[in-house]
Nanobody
Framework: QVQLVESGGGLVQAGGSLRLSCAASGNIFKINAMGWYRQAPGKQRELVAGITTGGSQSYADSVKGRFTISRDNAKNTVYLQMNSLKPEDTAVYYC??????????????WGQGTQVTVSS
């Protein structure tokens, strides 16, 4: 059993900052790629940022230069620092992780989502 628990969402004014966290726990041998996705009302879920085990990062064009993804492998945690937030960043943010369990099972896991609302 693997769980991803997110925290850090909320309401912020345009130009403000938020930091999201996502901690993985349970039957975990190794966590491979981790990432953050978001889904706005009426839109498809989209990849915001990803990070490999070695720390290589990738970003959606819409957040480059404003968002930073990082991870703490010792804590099985991934972070998303969001600066210069815009109203169009309003969405439910989900973390995702590719996890290998001690039993050898590979799975793709999701957090429950955390709401980020940016007011203009």
């Amino acid at each position: 059993q693997v769980q991803l628990v997110e925290s850090g969402g909320g309401l912020v004014q345009a130009g403000g900052s938020l930091r999201l966290s996502c901690a993985a726990s349970g039957n975990i041998f190794k966590i491979n790629a981790m990432g953050w996705y978001r889904q706005a009302p009426g839109k498809q879920r989209e990849l915001v940022a990803g990070i490999t085990t070695g720390g290589s990062q990738s970003y959606a064009d819409s957040v480059k230069g404003r968002f930073t993804i990082s991870r703490d492998n010792a804590k099985n945690t991934v972070y998303l620092q969001m600066n210069s937030l815009k109203p169009e960043d309003t969405a439910v943010y989900y973390c995702n992780a590719a996890i290998l369990s001690w039993s050898g099972r590979r799975g793709d896991y999701w957090g429950q989502g955390t709401q980020v609302t940016v007011s203009s």
